[in-house]
């Protein structure tokens, strides 16, 4: 059975940093496609970053610069560093998988198939 647990997330103030982290289990070898999304209150689920199976790695215009995506195949575990950190930023962070393919519709949510519960991040001014 396939499952994704972010951890990392919390309250942080404008300018800060966090580090989130997703686990995934169920697989005995790496995902095609990971990507983080987020979702604040009112607003539709939106793509952060992603990472294929080659190491590409791919941003939302939101986040270039600031945001970090990677993964650790030996821990079975994506990442993403996020700095620089906006009241915009709040929202909760959820990762999402596919075992199949590569990133290329990874803006759409209903591209991937398996998803963690979320983790909040809270950005204060």
């Known amino acids: 059975q396939v499952q994704l647990v972010e951890s990392g997330g919390g309250s942080v103030q404008a300018g800060g940093s966090l580090r989130l982290s997703c686990a995934y289990f169920?697989?005995?070898?790496?995902?095609?496609?990971m990507a983080w999304f987020r979702q604040a209150p009112g607003k539709e689920r939106e793509g952060v970053a992603a990472f294929d199976w080659t190491g590409t790695t791919i941003y939302s215009d939101s986040v270039k610069g600031r945001f970090t995506i990677s993964q650790d195949n030996a821990k079975n575990t994506l990442y993403l560093q996020m700095s620089s950190l906006k009241p915009e930023d709040s929202a909760m962070y959820y990762c999402a998988a596919k075992w199949t393919g590569s990133c290329g519709a990874w803006l759409t949510p209903s591209y991937f198939r398996y998803w963690g519960q979320g983790t909040q991040v809270t950005v204060s001014s």
């Open positions: 169920g697989y005995s070898y790496r995902p095609g496609c």
